[in-house]
């Protein structure tokens, strides 16, 4: 019974090894590459199928990784940093109630311990009401250092109109829309009123000192920056802050310097990168990769389908010329592996190909795509309205990887065929 | 070397059955130049297949060397053919994608031979045929008498025990063809190696030295004639 066992088992690792040796013999890519020459009508039609095919695929992947990618950077560079300090609890129920005290090691001392952070900036955050003598509207109060927060963010690239806050600590900024709608301009007054710390009602009156335009409908439309000293005052927290944001030189570490900063600041606060910040964001990514997946998977599946096509042509009309390489004594595991190369050279001709279009299509974007008529709707979601398509080099290797795939489950069905050929009725094939 | 006990082929095809061979008994020895004769149909094609390795017969038995080849699977028979074994069939017998030395060395890569001595043994055997001018041609550049003189290397310099000719001649004129069975019987008799060939034509028949005639699937006449 064993030895009856063994011998299928024993067939298919002769196979397999067979299969393995071919692969490696310079003869069987100088067949393979000969064979794939041998029509090259045929061989330029499949790869051209295979070359837009993908070349359109990584031009589109690339819009949009360059859209999710401008949407991480705009909401990095607008309000979230790399890496933010709060109080623990704040992230579950953002409030003046979680703050940061000054005895907890949060400030210039704490990042001068750290190289890889090359900006920081402290900021108090509240809700308020925000009024005119027109309107009146709910907004976020965000309290910043003016100085320091030019480093971390780009809000003071944003004034549209009138100027960054500066030494008045009775100014403060609006964005465009929400200034609309309190139907006040640079200079107007505004009446700020918010909860302080005891819960009493307190409010203040400040002058706008200018307007600012964020690819943020959400900032645009409910957020007031005013000096942090001010908010303090007014809230009453003393020299507490609500959030200390961080901006590291190395964004492919963050996790491991939000885990540093954990550790040196102890329990009592929360450190958090902008992918635990923002999860949406993080999700937008995923699903863009599952998408590339799928959609290299779909157009690598239908070409499978020529491939294989062309593969099973060119093996019938070889049908004699393969009777008489198996006469000769050639194994099938080679024959397999011949069809297998030539089936990868066929795909990776069409892929290197297609990676060339790809990359000719984004080069050609390289200024962007100006989506300017859309931008009302796309602000909405913290887009630029100007898409720079963006190349990782994992959309390079995904398809090369699938395409390999694709050649190997491609030259499956021919090379069943063609190790079922009778090589004495080939050689009289006509 | 070879021998055919009883041996028996049929063919059945949509469920009607045709009787090739009907209880074939030869024996071929070692250093023949043997000749299979006989009309379209008579069998030698399907005799030369079974000595060949390359299909079973419906009955009876084929030994090569001793080795009866029914007993083995389609991956030893391969290794058989390749070791002992050596092919020429009618024409178009070359793998076009390959030149003239690529194709002599094609079996010997099959074989594992390492590639400075395939590529001195194929340049040697190209120029013992006549060719040695001609390695860097590819198939399509040659004519058929070069075709099949390169098919004749190409069976030989792999040193098998005996080479099997299908109708080597048939789509030669008889002037190349009369060249190229001077060329095998010169290598019959100086590599030694067997060889069985089919065919019609009665210039190969002439000058082989032993002639098996076929008929209706049976051996009807085995003539031996002196060296």
């Known amino acids: 019974m064993t030895a009856l066992r063994a011998e299928p088992v024993m067939a298919a690792q002769g196979f397999l090894w067979g299969f393995m040796y071919a692969l490696l013999r310079?003869?069987?890519?100088?067949?393979?590459?000969?064979?794939?020459?041998?029509?090259?009508?045929?061989?330029?039609?499949?790869?051209?199928?295979?070359?837009?095919?993908?070349?359109?695929?990584?031009?589109?992947?690339?819009?949009?990784?360059?859209?999710?990618?401008?949407?991480?950077?705009?909401?990095?560079?607008?309000?979230?940093?790399?890496?933010?300090?709060h109080g623990r609890g704040f992230d579950a129920k953002p409030g003046i109630e979680f703050r940061i005290e000054p005895d907890q090691g949060v400030g210039p001392e704490l990042v001068a311990q750290l190289p890889e952070i090359v900006a920081w900036a402290p900021r108090v955050r509240g809700e308020g009401l925000v009024s005119s003598p027109?309107?009146?509207?709910?907004?976020?109060?965000?309290?910043?250092?003016?100085?320091?927060?030019?480093?971390?963010?780009?809000?003071?690239?944003?004034?549209?109109?009138?100027?960054?806050?500066?030494?008045?600590?009775?100014?403060?900024?609006?964005?465009?829309?929400?200034?609309?709608?309190?139907?006040?301009?640079?200079?107007?007054?505004?009446?700020l009123s918010v909860q302080d710390v005891s819960g009493d009602l307190t409010g203040e009156a400040y002058r706008?000192?200018?307007?600012?335009?964020?690819?943020?409908?959400?900032?645009?439309?409910?957020?007031?920056?005013?000096?942090?000293?001010?908010?303090?005052?007014?809230?009453?927290?003393?020299?507490?802050?609500?959030?200390?944001?961080?901006?590291?030189?190395?964004?492919?570490?963050?996790?491991?310097?939000?885990?540093?900063?954990?550790?040196?600041?102890?329990?009592?606060?929360?450190?958090?990168?902008?992918?635990?910040?923002?999860?949406?964001?993080?999700?937008?990514?995923?699903?863009?990769?599952?998408?590339?997946?799928?959609?290299?998977?779909?157009?690598?599946?239908?070409?499978?389908?020529?491939?294989?096509?062309?593969?099973?042509?060119?093996?019938?009309?070889?049908?004699?010329?393969?009777?008489?390489?198996?006469?000769?004594?050639?194994?099938?595991?080679?024959?397999?592996?011949?069809?297998?190369v030539e089936s990868l050279i066929l795909t990776l001709v069409g892929v290197a190909c297609g990676l060339g279009v790809g990359l000719l299509g984004v080069w050609a974007l390289a200024d962007g795509i100006d989506l300017s008529a859309w931008a009302d709707g796309l602000d909405a979601y913290g887009?630029?309205?100007?898409?720079?398509?963006?190349?990782?080099?994992?959309?390079?290797?995904?398809?090369?990887?699938?395409?390999?795939?694709?050649?190997?489950?491609?030259?499956?069905?021919?090379?069943?065929?063609?190790?079922?050929?009778?090589?004495?009725?080939?050689?009289?094939?006509? | 070397m070879l021998e055919a006990t009883d041996v028996w082929k049929v063919y059945e095809t949509r469920g009607v059955e045709t009787v090739a061979l009907q209880g074939v008994n030869l024996v071929i020895d070692e250093g023949e130049f043997t000749a299979l004769a006989g009309p379209s149909g008579s069998g030698k094609t399907t005799l030369l297949n079974l000595f060949g390795a390359l299909d079973v017969p419906t009955r009876g038995t084929i030994h090569l060397e001793g080795q009866e080849l029914s007993t083995l699977s389609s991956a030893q028979l391969a290794h058989l053919r390749l070791q002992k074994l050596g092919f020429i069939f009618q024409a178009y017998n070359l793998i076009p994608v390959l030149s003239a030395r690529e194709n002599v060395e094609f079996v010997m890569e099959l074989q594992g031979v390492p590639a400075a001595e395939r590529q001195e043994r194929a340049m040697a055997m190209l120029a013992e045929v006549g060719l040695g001018d001609m390695a860097d041609k590819r198939p399509m550049e040659m004519s058929g008498g070069q075709q099949q003189r390169v098919a004749v290397a190409r069976a030989i310099v792999s040193r098998p025990r005996v080479v099997l000719a299908d109708e080597p001649t048939a789509n030669l004129d008889s002037k190349t063809a009369e060249k190229l069975l001077d060329l095998m019987q010169e290598m019959n008799q100086r590599h030694h190696v067997t060889f069985l060939f089919s065919t019609h034509d009665p210039m190969v028949i002439e000058k082989s030295r032993r002639t098996v005639r076929l008929r209706d699937g049976q051996v009807v006449d085995d003539e031996l004639r002196a060296a």
């Open chain 1, 134 to 191: 027109r309107a009146s509207a709910g907004v976020r109060l965000v309290a910043i250092d003016p100085v320091q927060e030019a480093q971390v963010s780009v809000i003071d690239e944003s004034i549209t109109e009138g100027h960054f806050l500066g030494d008045d600590p009775r100014r403060v900024l609006l964005g465009e829309r929400l200034a609309d709608r309190l139907q006040v301009g640079v200079d107007d007054k505004i009446v």
């Open chain 1, 26 to 85: 310079p003869v069987t890519w100088r067949m393979a590459w000969r064979n794939v020459g041998r029509n090259p009508r045929r061989t330029l039609i499949v790869g051209s199928a295979i070359a837009i095919g993908l070349g359109a695929t990584i031009v589109a992947m690339a819009v949009n990784y360059g859209m999710i990618f401008e949407m991480v950077a705009s909401a990095i560079r607008t309000e979230v940093g790399h890496v933010q300090v």
């Open chain 1, 208 to 340: 706008v000192a200018g307007l600012f335009r964020t690819p943020s409908r959400e900032l645009d439309e409910g957020a007031v920056f005013l000096p942090i000293g001010e908010a303090q005052r007014l809230l009453g927290i003393g020299e507490a802050i609500s959030e200390f944001v961080i901006v590291s030189n190395d964004d492919r570490q963050l996790a491991a310097l939000a885990a540093r900063l954990q550790e040196r600041l102890g329990p009592d606060l929360e450190v958090r990168t902008w992918e635990e910040l923002r999860p949406m964001l993080v999700s937008m990514i995923k699903i863009f990769d599952q998408m590339g997946w799928i959609m290299y998977a779909a157009i690598f599946i239908a070409m499978a389908f020529g491939i294989a096509n062309v593969l099973l042509m060119s093996l019938y009309e070889r049908i004699r010329e393969i009777g008489i390489v198996l006469s000769l004594g050639m194994p099938p595991a080679r024959l397999v592996a011949s069809l297998m």
């Open chain 1, 383 to 430: 887009m630029s309205p100007v898409i720079v398509p963006v190349v990782r080099s994992s959309d390079l290797t995904q398809p090369l990887a699938i395409a390999v795939l694709t050649a190997i489950l491609a030259s499956l069905w021919p090379a069943i065929r063609a190790v079922r050929i009778r090589p004495a009725e080939a050689v009289r094939h006509v």
